[in-house]
């Protein structure tokens, strides 16, 4: 807690407002998700298909292997969610250039489309908490999400898979 100014204040690191914290994230997951939910349903997928189309298509071109370190799912339980994604046309996959073992995932054009009706309402629910909030907070935000993830994944965020121009 080096970091922390004179005249701090570490109310918020009581118990009852951690519980609220975490009372919070539940909440606001569980409405983040609500709409994207109700269309994954329509497609008979769940939120590891949402999940697997939202890093395709962020990350063009991502290895199979990449996918798993993001995911952080079992290599059985990526390919049945990528079979099913692969069966209905919604990703690709291709053989590396040069390792052919290694598959590289993109989006179709379908993909695109209904990666495009998962986050828009999503992405909708972010800028209406961010212009409420203001800049300020926005980035006060992002850092207590960034001091939740772990070091090596934090580290990914801001490293290779950074989303490509």
């Known amino acids: 807690m080096a970091d922390l100014k004179p005249g701090f204040n570490p109310l918020f690191l009581r118990e009852e407002e951690l ?28 939120r590891a298909h949402h ?3 939202y890093f395709v298509g962020r990350h063009p071109a991502i290895t199979v292997s ?5 995911l952080r799912i079992t290599k059985q339980s990526l390919s049945r969610v990528l079979g099913d994604l ?16 290694r598959r590289h995932l ?3 054009p379908k993909g ?6 998962l986050s828009q309402k999503q992405r909708a629910c972010i800028a209406r908490a961010y212009r409420s909030a203001g800049a300020e907070a926005v980035e006060g935000f992002r850092k207590v999400l960034l001091g939740i993830v ?12 950074a989303p490509r121009p």
């Open 19 to 46: 519980r609220q914290g975490m009372e919070l994230l539940f909440y606001a997951y569980r409405d983040f998700a609500e709409e994207a939910d109700a269309i994954l349903a329509k497609y008979q997928l769940g």
């Open 150 to 161: 772990n070091d090596r994944d934090r580290r990914q965020i801001e490293g290779p898979l």
């Open 106 to 108: 993109e989006l179709t």
């Open 66 to 70: 990449e996918l798993l370190s993001i």
């Open 86 to 101: 692969v069966k209905e046309d919604f990703i690709t996959q291709r053989p590396g250039l040069r390792d052919r073992r």
């Open 112 to 117: 695109v489309e209904i990666e495009r009706m």
């Open 51 to 53: 999940r697997t189309l």
